[in-house]
């Protein structure tokens, strides 16, 4: 579409005209700056840590100095290459970086939102994320705990994203348990075990369903109030509630 | 001919006071735009809305954008 507007432009007898071809997308990704009612959506790229430990493909493990278990893998030109987590870090000194990093870590772009990220860590385990722009350059580490706080700021502290199983605040970690209990159960011909395991699962199931259907209803109220009264406040806190919501009850 | 540049020289020429626009309907650009973009969807690119837009200088830098290459 700008193609055809660059030309059409030069049609009408404009001699300097320049067509940003990767668009607004490419332009979103790199965290720069944007204005309209979504652009004051909260990003991950505010949560972005940049002072995290990098290191090259050729050093060897020995060499290293990581932060919190964590190495990230750059080039010359600060492209992510890979990442060195846990067991790689405890890797024999004289090992090469290439020989054990990850060599495709998930990355993200700082202008992900956090309700999009909180999607995305309720369903998986990973305590951090890396954050690139979209040549691959490295940004930052986002923190689960950082996405988590700055989404229950002044919200519902009873939202938690879980750590796939290891946070007994989570609605999810009680149904998991119950699961579990209910497996146990199964398993060992407890039938008392199965259910209440099952009782205690299809419970906790419930209320993270009611939960979420009532953030959901509460978001579309805030959402249709905010786009009748033109309040983007309003709308887009409707918005990220009903995305709260929705994220809930999806489990 | 139009130039296809990459984002380094938008952000150069925006810097220099080049006219940034907008080329997809209002709504998208209502929603989030490039900061200091101008909106003028394609549907209404004409000589009297191009000049009404960027007044009488035709030799002024102009970039435009859509969503991306798509």
Redo the contacts between chains.
Sequence with gaps: ??????????S?????????????????A?G????????REPRIGSLAVRDVPTCRLDQSIGQLQPQDDLCIVVNEQGVILGDLRGKALRADPATRVEDVMNPAPITYRPNVSLHEMAHYLVDNPARRVLVSDSEGHFLGVVHRDDVQRALTRGTDPAYTLGTGGSNPMGERFEEMKGKVKEGAGKMTGNEDMEAEGKAEHDMAKGKRETKGAANEMKGHVEEGLGKVTGDDEIRARGMADRIKGDSQRAG | MPEVIQRDRVKELRARGASILEVLPREEFDREHIAGAVSLPLDELRASTAEHLLGPNKQQPVVVYCQDVQ
């Design positions: 579409m700008s193609s055809r507007a660059a030309w059409r432009l030069e009408l007898g404009y001699s300097d005209v320049s067509d940003y071809a990767a668009g607004k997308v490419d332009w979103q790199n720069l700056p944007t204005e309209g009612h979504a652009a």
